[in-house]
């Protein structure tokens, strides 16, 4: 059974930046597309970022882009979500996901392709 144990999460004020992490376990790391979704309250779970199994392709929210960076590193089962300017609308609770049996390079932007998930880490950014 594949686990996911986010961490990093926690309060910033605004224009600051936090590093996420999703350590996995149990399964084949590399062999899995990742992704980072959020949830704000009141609001369904929205994709955040991708990453192909070998990190050479990477997808993005129109929000997120130019401001989040994912990456992997297969050595260490780790997927990474570099947080910069930071702003309250990025307020949501994060969690990691792996899409166990990729049918495309690039990471699926929906939920239903993943196949495990985090318990997800709160993310705050005061004004």
């Known amino acids: 059974q594949v686990q996911l144990v986010e961490s990093g999460g926690g309060l910033v004020q605004a224009g600051g930046s936090l590093r996420l992490s999703c350590a996995a376990s149990?399964?084949?790391?590399?062999?899995?597309?990742m992704g980072w979704f959020r949830q704000a309250p009141g609001k369904e779970r929205e994709f955040v970022a991708g990453?192909?199994?070998?990190?050479?392709?990477?997808n993005y929210a129109d929000s997120v882009k130019g401001r989040f960076t994912i990456s992997r590193d297969n050595a260490k089962n780790t997927v990474y979500l570099q947080m910069n300017s930071l702003k309250p609308e990025d307020t949501a609770v994060y969690y990691c996901a792996a899409d166990a049996s990729p049918l495309m390079y690039t990471a699926p932007q929906h939920e239903r392709f993943y196949d495990y998930w985090g318990q997800g880490t709160q993310v705050t950014v005061s004004s």
């Open positions: 149990g399964g084949t790391f590399r062999a899995y597309a």
């Open positions: 990453i192909s199994r070998s990190g050479g392709s990477t």
